[in-house]
């Protein structure tokens, strides 16, 4: 069973430009959660989607936003990087069947640079 | 709200030593925990978790217990190995589905041979 993928694995930008960072969910499940880890803030919650739906969003500017596809796939953006941008982000799925609803699995992560 | 406090590190031990991780939470209701594990350049992996009061999670040797009266969830190993180095998170979510989990800063552990 493929894990959680999330594409691209690295990527360097410039302050202003914009991101859009991608993850499949491993096959079944249908939550998808986004976090940002930074050496100074931690692991910190951005948004969690469920049927193309965000029951929650963290507290980030609206310069953070995602959605997710009918397939479950979903996609963040970063609009207008500045520098604190610069983090791994991180995306997590669940499959809420189990009742293990809250145990999410994650993905390697989208290291994201900005210059 | 929600919150996470686990001992800070790093820490640094000698293979076959005893391993703890304090970790204690605040939170409203009566939280799921969590221990996860991050090794260099991976994201992060479920290691255990204890879903009620009194419940002990275990995994490859790790074991932690839920502990309701002093809101803990140490984390402990009785005999680490070389391989064991990585950054532990200790997190907890809120069964009241607000769908995401709190961790806390994560404790570095390098185990030296």
């Known amino acids: 069973k493929a894990g959680v993928t999330q594409t691209p694995r690295y990527l360097i930008k410039t302050r202003g430009q914009q991101v859009t960072l991608s993850c499949s969910p491993i096959s079944g499940h249908r939550s998808v959660s986004w976090y940002q880890q930074t050496p100074g803030q931690g692991l910190q919650f951005l948004f969690e989607y469920f049927s193309e739906t965000q029951r929650n969003k963290g507290n980030f500017p609206g310069r953070f936003s995602g959605r997710q596809f009918s397939n479950s796939r979903s996609e963040m953006n970063v609009s207008t990087l500045e520098l604190g941008d610069s983090a791994l982000y991180l995306c997590?799925?669940?499959?809420?069947?189990?009742?293990?609803?809250?145990?999410?699995?994650f993905g390697a992560g989208s290291r994201l640079t900005v210059l | 709200g929600d919150s996470v406090t686990q001992m800070e590190g790093p820490v640094t031990l000698s293979e076959e030593a005893f391993l703890t991780i304090n970790c204690t939470y605040t939170a409203t209701g009566y939280p799921s925990l969590f221990w996860y594990v991050q090794y260099p350049g991976e994201g992060l992996q479920l290691l255990l978790k204890a879903t009620k009061a009194d419940d002990k999670g275990s995994n490859k040797g790790f074991e932690a217990t839920y502990r309701k009266e002093t809101t803990s969830f140490h984390l402990e190993k009785g005999s680490v190995q070389v391989s064991d180095s990585a950054v532990y998170f200790c997190?907890?979510?809120?069964?009241?589905?607000?769908?995401?989990?709190?961790f806390g800063a994560g404790t570095t552990v390098t185990v030296r041979a």
């Open positions: 997190a907890l979510s809120d069964p009241g589905g607000d769908y995401k989990l709190s």
């Open positions: 997590a799925s669940s499959d809420l069947k189990t009742g293990d609803a809250n145990v999410l699995t």
